[in-house]
């Protein structure tokens, strides 16, 4: 049986969740966090107060507290570097955070356990300074976690000097898979330090846990796990799109972006079932004016109809000739949408993205295949695995240049939409739909996996 919550019963424990200040990492935790709460536990977000003062969706469920740290910007004024940026984090969020902790031992419902973004390792320390339990939380793919822990303790040396990197539980890779920050050596140093240095406390958390689901990476999993104890606890979307076992649970979570306008659900109405082409590059990922150009045309020539997410930054890219030559039939620009509202759309027939983890899990959740362009980061991983290991879609070939040229894109399109080998894709892509359902569901991996985790919580609260 679950552990899901009886009603009208008081909290079993508390667990303050601290995700890293971005909307693609506040999410997935935030969802997390429903998990938790439907089994009985205060569930508190602890969101930055820059981040929740601008946040669209100041109210993302019931069943979810929100409470505020300090990333020493409360303003939002813009960090001199990203190094600069976390060392402030580190500092303030620390002090807050730690507040806090103060704040609820008052309280009749005092913090058990802090769930903290891997890029926060600091977070740890906090804990264990109030004598708390704590987990770390990744919300990169296992495959990408589990590259940085073998570069972050020296197994897997760099520069690669091979074209082809043999790592136990994985694939073959090319350079070109490879995180960009290794492939793209002495690229985002800065970056590639953070990624790294989610691991300088990992072994001394008390659990290690993954947005991703087990049959999905379960060779890597089953590796990585010889170095940490694992428990996998995705894929971290709202309830009603999975299992539907968690309460009133649709709302995905807090929007940094104002929801465009424009009526996507009647748009698509108007278009036959999996005839849609959706395309979105996330809430950080940006195009030059020429590769925007590119992809305009690309799509257009597909002759599919498509619904592109632009946000205004990018939306001066696009030229007006394109502007001109679309027609409302055929194409809808956006500004911002619920993704997994339209990946859940039947109209849908394919997923063009970066492939980000969240965008990659979201679409593998709902069956849709995809096209995959990845531009830094994770990504490029995320893309190789969509292609040649859950074989759920292609992935661009990007010219000497490093421009996607329209033919590739729109040859990408039709074979996703067209060919045999795309019916293939369709078929794998209901298959990891599926089991990413059993995942959550009762007796599924991940949730027994919860179960777990709620479970020693709940021993160390009674020790006490």
């Known amino acids: 049986m679950g552990l899901e919550i009886e009603k009208g019963r008081p909290y079993k424990g508390h667990v303050v969740l601290v995700p890293y200040p971005r909307q693609g990492h506040i999410n997935p935790m935030l969802q ?3 998990r938790l709460a439907s089994k009985g536990l205060r569930a508190t977000l602890a969101i930055t107060k820059f981040v929740s003062s601008t946040s669209i969706n100041r109210h993302p469920s019931a069943s979810i507290h929100l409470d505020t740290i300090s990333d020493g910007r409360d303003e939002g004024r813009q960090a001199e570097s990203i190094k600069s940026y976390l060392s402030q984090l580190e500092s303030s969020g620390s002090e ?4 806090l902790i103060l704040k609820y031992k008052e309280t ?5 356990c802090i769930v903290y973004d891997s890029f926060l390792p600091w977070a740890l320390n906090v804990a264990r300074k109030f004598g708390l339990l704590g987990a770390v939380f990744f919300s990169q793919s296992c495959t990408v976690d589990y590259i940085y822990c073998l570069v972050h303790h020296g197994i897997l040396k760099l520069p690669i000097p091979t074209l082809l990197v043999s790592i136990p539980g994985l694939p073959s890779l090319e350079l070109r898979d490879m995180p960009s920050f290794i492939y793209v050596a002495g690229s985002d140093p800065e970056y590639f ?9 990992v072994d001394k958390a008390d659990w290690v846990l993954i947005n991703t689901f087990y049959k999905l990476e379960a060779e890597v999993v089953d590796t990585m796990s010889k170095v940490y104890p694992l428990m996998t606890v995705g894929p971290t979307i709202p309830s009603i799109y999975l299992d539907k076992r968690v309460e009133n649970d649709s709302n995905y979570g807090l929007d940094l972006f104002d929801l465009d306008s424009s009526n996507i659900t009647s748009w ?5 079932p999996r005839s849609v082409v959706f395309v979105s590059f996330g809430s950080m990922a940006t195009l030059s004016t020429e590769q925007t150009e590119e992809l305009a ?15 205004a930054s990018e939306n001066s890219k696009i030229s007006e000739k394109f502007k001109l030559a679309i027609t409302a039939e055929r194409a809808l620009l956006v500004q911002w949408s619920h993704q997994l509202e339209v990946l859940s759309s039947d109209r849908i027939g394919c997923f063009f993205s970066h492939c980000g983890w969240n965008s990659t899990i979201e679409a593998l959740s709902m069956g849709i295949p995809m096209v995959a362009m990845p531009q830094w980061t994770d990504q490029p991983t995320d893309a190789k695995l969509v292609e040649d290991v859950w074989v759920v879609g292609v992935r661009v070939r990007v010219g000497e240049d490093g421009i996607v040229k329209r033919e590739e894109i729109e040859h990408c399109v039709r074979e996703v939409m067209e060919s ?3 019916k293939v894709m369709a078929v794998n892509a209901t298959k990891w739909k599926d089991l990413a359902v059993e995942a959550v569901s009762e007796e599924g991996t991940s949730d027994n996996n919860i179960n777990d985790f709620v479970s020693k919580i709940l021993l160390k609260r009674k020790s006490i």
């Open 32 to 34: 997390f966090s429903k």
């Open 420 to 422: 045999e080998r795309g």
């Open 268 to 272: 698509l109405e108007t278009h036959s």
């Open 297 to 311: 045309w690309g799509l257009h020539d597909s002759g599919h109809p498509f619904l592109w997410v632009v946000r």
């Open 96 to 99: 807050t955070l730690s507040n």
């Open 108 to 112: 009749d419902h005092p913090v058990d």
């Open 193 to 201: 330090e953070m990624m790294l240095h989610q691991f300088l406390n």
